[in-house]
C-alpha cells in the first residue's frame, strides 16, 4: 500500500484554472509519480466562471471527465456541446485524434472535475464518445460502476481492461469492496474524511493497494465520504 497526500502532488495555475497532479504531466514532473500502470493521469482542475480549460487535442488516450461541483460544457472538434452535471461523466476515447474544449458555462459559480487518462490496448481506432449520467436519486451510500471494457451496467466502455467506480458512504457508514487476485487498485479521495484499510485520508489524497483481498473503508462521523476506485491488472504495473 502507498499514500499520495493532497498536498504533495503538482499544481499549476493558468488564467482562471487551477489544476493539480497527482501523476507527473504537461510541465510537472515527478519521476516518483509517473502513473499507475495504464493509468497515466489523475488532474483535478478547478475552473473559474465563464472559464475555458483549452482547446486541445489528443490522440490514442481513454480520457474520463467526472464533474465534482457546478457544470462543464464539453464542446468536440465537430461543435457539438454537452452540459455535464455533479456525478456526470463524460468518455472520450480519442483514437486517431481529435480536439475537444471544456467550459465553464456559469458566471458566478466555479466548477470542480477530475479527469483521468489511461492507455488503451489499441492505437489508432476512430474516436468516440459517451455520457454517464448520475442517477437522479443517487444516494450518499453507493458503489456506481462509471467506466469498464465492456460498458456493462450503464457505464462508459473504456478501451482497455480497467473498471472505474465511485463509492459513498454516509457519515460514519462503512463500506468493503474484494479485489480480485491479479488486481491492484488506486483509489482517488473525492470527499473526505475516509480511513480506507486503517489509513486516515483527505479530500485529494491518493492510495495504492496491491496483494489485498478487500478495501476496507469508514466515512468520518459527522460528514459523507466519496472516494473514486480503478481496477486493473496488477500485472500492468511492472
Partial sequence: MAIRRSAMRGRSQ??????????????????????????????????APGKTFGDHGQANMEILTLVLEGQLEHRDAAGI????????????????????????????QPTRFLELWVVPETDGLPPAQQIARRPADEPASH???????????????????????????????????????????????????????????SSGDGFSVRRCPMLEMTAGSHQRATCLVCDLEEALLG
Fill in 143 to 201: 458503489q456506481r460502476l462509471l467506466g469498464s471494457r465492456n460498458g456493462r451496467d450503464r457505464s462508459v466502455a473504456i478501451r482497455r481492461d480497467v473498471e472505474v467506480c465511485s463509492i459513498g458512504l454516509a457519515p460514519a457508514e462503512h463500506g468493503s469492496r474484494p479485489i480480485a487476485e491479479g488486481r491492484a487498485l488506486w483509489v482517488q479521495v473525492l470527499r473526505g474524511p475516509v480511513t480506507i484499510n486503517g489509513h486516515a485520508l
Fill in 14 to 47: 493558468l488564467d482562471g484554472a487551477e489544476t493539480w497532479y497527482s501523476f507527473s504531466f504537461g510541465r510537472y514532473l515527478d519521476p516518483e509519480h509517473m502513473g499507475f500502470g495504464p493509468l497515466r493521469a489523475i488532474n483535478e482542475t478547478q475552473l
Fill in 81 to 108: 456541446s454537452s452540459i455535464l452535471e455533479p456525478g456526470d461523466v463524460h468518455h472520450l476515447s480519442a483514437g486517431l485524434g481529435t480536439r475537444c474544449a471544456l467550459r465553464n458555462p456559469s458566471d458566478h
